[in-house]
């Protein structure tokens, strides 16, 4: 059966509670991070942690990172045996935690932060890294980007609007048409041999996967840019991906129903995805 952690221990998922008095809940104050374990071994987890502990302060709350890598490496751990030791998602979500119900209103949380942890099976579609997915871009980006906040509106309606016009996910752009990443994913584009990302000041979420991506390229020998480019620079790009912490790298092959370069997944894309595999293995061999 499936453990959730929740208030410092780990208990049966169908019996962990939060409070309806969670700013949470109420709100949507609060921080999430998504992280792929691969079999017991959750890669790049302090990385994660660090990016939520930074949320967390500039929404208000403090969190202790020391707390959180227990949290996650002993939800991941406890729950291998219901993956049947396959790769899972595994995610953190964190709250300031609850208001007094007694206390005049709106009041300040009390008892400290809500963490919750929980394990879910990892489901790859196999045709996402053999033919590549499309995107549709979306004229708004969002709010507070840089913070993996637990309200993430702008992301899910955009992928809501994205998927019903049959494409995979929605590319964010601001107000001058630039290209800032997906609903849930950065994104890269080969300009004549240049690999290239959108600068984290334009306003996105930094990732994970984006940043080990870059080292990858540099240890590659690859010349890398962090520059800003609109959809119609994509489309006429070598080649595209993008990248998330559950699907690595993912070739992006058409966007507002166009194709990208021959509209095929690229050879650049396929040896940044095999180097961040490399790297995954890595990590995890160096952890035992
Ligand atoms: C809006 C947004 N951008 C980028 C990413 C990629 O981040 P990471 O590589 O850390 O998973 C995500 C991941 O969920 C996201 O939600």
Do not use: C
């Amino acid at each position: 059966m499936l453990q959730v952690w929740i208030d410092g221990d780990l208990v049966p998922a169908g019996e962990a509670r939060v409070s309806v008095y969670d700013r949470g809940f109420r709100l949507g104050e609060g921080v999430f991070e998504t992280f792929r374990a691969y079999g017991g071994h959750v890669f790049r987890r302090d990385a994660h942690l660090a990016r939520a502990v930074r949320g967390a302060s500039f929404l208000g709350f403090e969190l202790d990172v020391d707390e959180l890598a227990r949290a996650v490496s002993r939800t991941a751990e406890a729950n291998l045996p219901a993956h049947d030791g396959a790769d899972s998602v595994v995610r953190l979500t964190a709250t300031p935690g609850r208001l007094d119900p007694e206390a005049p209103f709106p009041g300040r949380p009390v008892g400290g932060p809500t963490v919750v942890v929980t394990s879910h099976p990892l489901a790859l579609d196999p045709r996402v890294h053999r033919d590549g997915v499309t995107a549709t871009s979306v004229p708004w980006a969002r709010e507070l980007p840089d913070v993996k906040a637990v309200s993430y509106l702008a992301a899910t309606v955009a992928r809501e609007h994205a998927r019903a016009r049959g494409a995979d996910e929605a590319l964010l752009t601001d107000a001058d048409g630039a290209v800032l990443e997906g609903s849930g994913s950065n994104v890269f584009a080969v300009l004549a041999g240049v690999l290239v990302t959108p600068p984290a000041s334009a306003g996105l979420l930094a990732g994970v996967t984006r940043e080990v991506v870059l080292e990858v390229a540099r240890a590659q020998g690859r010349q890398v840019e962090e520059r800003s480019f609109a959809v119609a620079e994509l489309t006429g790009a070598d080649e595209a991906f993008l990248t998330a912490t559950t699907r690595e790298v993912m070739p992006l092959v058409r966007v507002d129903d166009v194709p990208v370069g021959d509209g095929r997944p690229g050879p650049v894309t396929a040896a940044l995805h095999e180097g961040y595999r490399a790297e995954v293995r890595r990590e995890a061999a160096a952890a035992g």
